[in-house]
T-cell receptor, first 111, second 115 residues
Framework: QQQVKQSPQSLIVQKGGISIINCAYE??????FPWYQQFPGKGPALLIA?????SEKKEGRFTISFNKSAKQFSLHIMDSQPGDSATYFC??????????FGTGTRLTVIP | KAGVTQTPRYLIKTRGQQVTLSCSPI?????VSWYQQTPGQGLQFLFE???????NKGNFPGRFSGRQFSNSRSEMNVSTLELGDSALYLC??????????????FGPGTRLTVL
């Protein structure tokens, strides 16, 4: 059973456009929601993370929107660049150090 | 500060063999978690070690085991390898354990191929 559901599976965006990736969860015990970026041949790297007491967090071109009542959260990448082309994973975590990952979104930014 | 290192980076084994993977966490990090990444199942949590003790375990068979040493370095062992064990095995370290606010830093992974 997938604890964190992620969509879309793949996304193609023009340079300068906005990339939006959505995730949903069921377990209300989750209290930490990170997003990871993974390039081919590399391990995932933390991009941005949010706690459920905050509805939005912005770091540069990356923004997380969090809707606690709907149990949904999303990643927005503003002014998408070809260098952003990678696979993005949302994740959720309880107090224990085990992350439950979404299935990933392969983002391609076309120049 | 050096990142998480994993050795070896690539490994080819045959069915029935066993394998040991190694992970060196970031200096000062005491928690090490292991994940399996496959195209079909995605990223799945294997187990976490903190202060040489396994604190959390995912839903994997007993063929998957691990340990942590006093310097926080960790090893993961898979016995009686099956074709389905072919995957990228990722190690992640964090400063402490038991808090969801501790960022986990991932290593580059060990690519295991079982023939």
């Amino acid at each position: 059973q997938q604890q964190v559901k992620q969509s879309p599976q793949s996304l193609i965006v023009q340079k300068g456009g906005i990339s939006i990736i959505n995730c949903a969860y069921e377990n209300t015990a989750f209290d930490y929601f990170p997003w990871y970026q993974q390039f081919p041949g590399k391990g995932p790297a933390l991009l941005i993370a949010i706690r459920p007491d905050v509805s939005e967090k912005k770091e540069g071109r990356f923004t997380i929107s969090f809707n606690k009542s709907a149990k949904q959260f999303s990643l927005h990448i503003m002014d998408s660049q070809p260098g952003d082309s990678a696979t993005y994973f949302c994740a959720a975590q309880t107090g224990a150090n085990n992350l439950f990952f979404g299935t990933g979104t392969r983002l391609t930014v076309i120049p | 500060k050096a990142g998480v290192t994993q050795t070896p980076r690539y490994l080819i084994k045959t069915r029935g063999q066993q394998v040991t993977l190694s992970c060196s966490p970031i200096s000062g990090h005491r928690s090490v978690s292991w994940y399996q990444q496959t195209p079909g199942q995605g990223l799945q949590f294997l187990f976490e070690y903190f202060s040489e003790t396994q604190r959390n375990k995912g839903n994997f068979p007993g063929r998957f085991s691990g340990r942590q040493f006093s310097n926080s370095r960790s090893e993961m062992n898979v016995s009686t390898l099956e074709l389905g064990d072919s995957a990228l095995y990722l190690c992640a370290s964090s400063v402490t354990g038991g808090s969801s606010y501790n960022e986990q830093f991932f290593g580059p992974g060990t690519r295991l191929t079982v023939l």
